[in-house]
């Protein structure tokens, strides 16, 4: 089982940013996916997950509106569009599997101007 982050970067205020995670090695159909983030001496924290089918999703309170996930079963990806950055935004994102004691290595967004 493989997840591969990728699409971090740095951005200003008010920037937008498209990270996406690359699945291997299982089902990915079969599970729903989510995406944490992690910043610099705080808890991970979960930011958005989708259903496997991708009907149904769920934000956190503090992305709500801006950010929107998605997935393509057919290409075994997920998706994280995030709009409307802001500095709080800044740590490191990661696609996990509901279900699966899997994390990939993460990608380091960072939001500043």
């Known amino acids: 089982v493989q997840l591969v982050e990728s699409g971090g970067g740095l951005v200003q205020p008010g920037g937008s940013l498209r990270l996406s995670c690359a699945a291997s090695g299982f089902a990915f159909s079969s599970y729903a996916m989510r995406w944490f983030r992690q910043a610099p001496r705080k808890e991970r924290e979960l930011v958005a997950r989708?259903?496997?089918?991708?009907?149904?999703?769920y934000y956190g309170d503090s992305v709500e509106g801006r950010f929107t996930v998605s997935r393509d079963n057919t290409k075994n990806a997920t998706y994280l569009q995030m709009n409307s950055l802001r500095p709080d935004g800044t740590a490191v994102y990661y696609c996990n599997i509901v279900g699966l004691g899997c994390w990939g290595q993460g990608t380091q967004v960072t939001v500043s101007s």
């Open positions: 989708i259903s496997s089918s991708g009907t149904t999703t």
